[in-house]
């Protein structure tokens, strides 16, 4: 009936990802619990989608308990649940090549360093969403971590900032790579996503919420952040139990 709005359509829809996802499933448990359990607002579909972070985030924001917190279809059509491995890579690459310079932006001169900017230190409070716990630099075969620019300069074992310069560095140069390395990290832009993806498996969704809330404006990362995407609710990490970006942390020393 008209008198229900959008948030119906919107919830629907979400029971329709959850469907397709797990499927069949129903994010209210069986049939003989369902009316009850939606009643209640006892629909959590973490459980099933755990596995699959920016699924995960995207049907929780449509099944919110309140018609007034589901953000727009066309706010969830925004969401990078729907990008290519193509549009991934192109995003965290974009967004490397923004954030990269920010230390150095505004530098006087001289060896003093420069004291890290305020959007490199939003950008490293998002690291413990994006990278889980522990050196990022763990997880990646050594050979990503040396040889080229990485012999250079070394990569900071948990900034987010660096892990997204490994990204970009290994896409950009992957025809240079040892064909152990290319075998490794899989062709682009699939095999290569799913690569980083598997290690790192909320980095996506993790810098697309940075990118809204910091730059949402910004036009090297226009293509991926239309206006609808403000609209969406990037606050808590399906499963995380915090916001993204949460407590601030120390920017790593430019080396």
């Given at each position: 009936?008209?008198?229900?709005?959008?948030?119906?359509d919107v919830y629907a829809y979400g029971l329709l990802l959850y469907h397709t996802l797990t499927g069949g499933g129903h994010?209210?448990?069986?049939?003989?619990?369902?009316?009850?359990?939606?009643?209640?607002?006892?629909?959590?579909?973490?459980?099933?989608?755990?596995?699959?972070?920016?699924?995960?985030?995207?049907?929780?924001?449509?099944?919110?308990?309140?018609?007034?917190?589901?953000?727009?279809?066309?706010?969830?059509?925004?969401?990078?649940?729907?990008?290519?491995?193509?549009?991934?890579?192109?995003?965290?690459?974009?967004?490397?090549?923004?954030?990269?310079?920010?230390?150095?932006?505004?530098?006087?001169?001289?060896?003093?360093?420069?004291?890290?900017?305020?959007?490199?230190?939003?950008?490293?409070?998002?690291?413990?969403?994006?990278?889980?716990?522990g050196a990022w630099t763990d997880r990646v075969p050594p050979a990503l971590l040396t040889g080229g620019a990485a012999a250079?300069?070394?990569?900071?074992?948990?900034?987010?900032?660096?892990?997204?310069?490994?990204?970009?560095?290994?896409?950009?140069?992957?025809?240079?790579?040892?064909?152990?390395?290319?075998?490794?990290?899989?062709?682009?832009?699939?095999?290569?996503?799913?690569?980083?993806?598997?290690?790192?498996?909320?980095?996506?969704?993790?810098?697309?919420?940075?990118?809204?809330?910091?730059?949402?404006?910004?036009?090297?990362?226009?293509?991926?952040?239309?206006?609808?995407?403000?609209?969406?609710?990037?606050?808590?990490?399906?499963?995380?139990?915090?916001?993204?970006?949460?407590?601030?942390?120390?920017?790593?020393?430019?080396?």
């Amino acid at each position: 009936p008209p008198s229900l709005g959008r948030g119906a359509d919107v919830y629907a829809y979400g029971l329709l990802l959850y469907h397709t996802l797990t499927g069949g499933g129903h994010p209210a448990g069986e049939t003989y619990e369902r009316d009850f359990r939606i009643l209640r607002g006892d629909v959590d579909p973490r459980a099933a989608l755990r596995h699959l972070p920016e699924a995960c985030h995207a049907v929780s924001a449509a099944l919110a308990r309140s018609p007034r917190a589901r953000p727009p279809v066309a706010a969830l059509l925004a969401h990078p649940l729907w990008w290519s491995a193509g549009e991934r890579v192109a995003f965290l690459v974009a967004l490397s090549d923004r954030v990269e310079p920010e230390d150095r932006a505004g530098s006087a001169g001289g060896d003093a360093a420069p004291a890290p900017s305020p959007l490199l230190l939003a950008l490293e409070s998002y690291a413990p969403d994006a990278l889980g716990a522990g050196a990022w630099t763990d997880r990646v075969p050594p050979a990503l971590l040396t040889g080229g620019a990485a012999a250079r300069r070394r990569y900071a074992p948990r900034s987010l900032r660096d892990l997204l310069r490994c990204v970009r560095n290994k896409h950009a140069h992957y025809r240079e790579l040892a064909p152990d390395v290319q075998a490794a990290l899989g062709a682009p832009p699939e095999g290569y996503m799913s690569f980083w993806a598997a290690r790192f498996p909320r980095l996506v969704l993790a810098c697309f919420a940075f990118a809204v809330r910091h730059l949402p404006t910004d036009p090297a990362l226009a293509p991926f952040l239309p206006p609808e995407a403000g609209l969406l609710p990037l606050g808590p990490v399906p499963g995380a139990g915090k916001p993204l970006g949460g407590t601030p942390r120390a920017a790593p020393t430019p080396r």
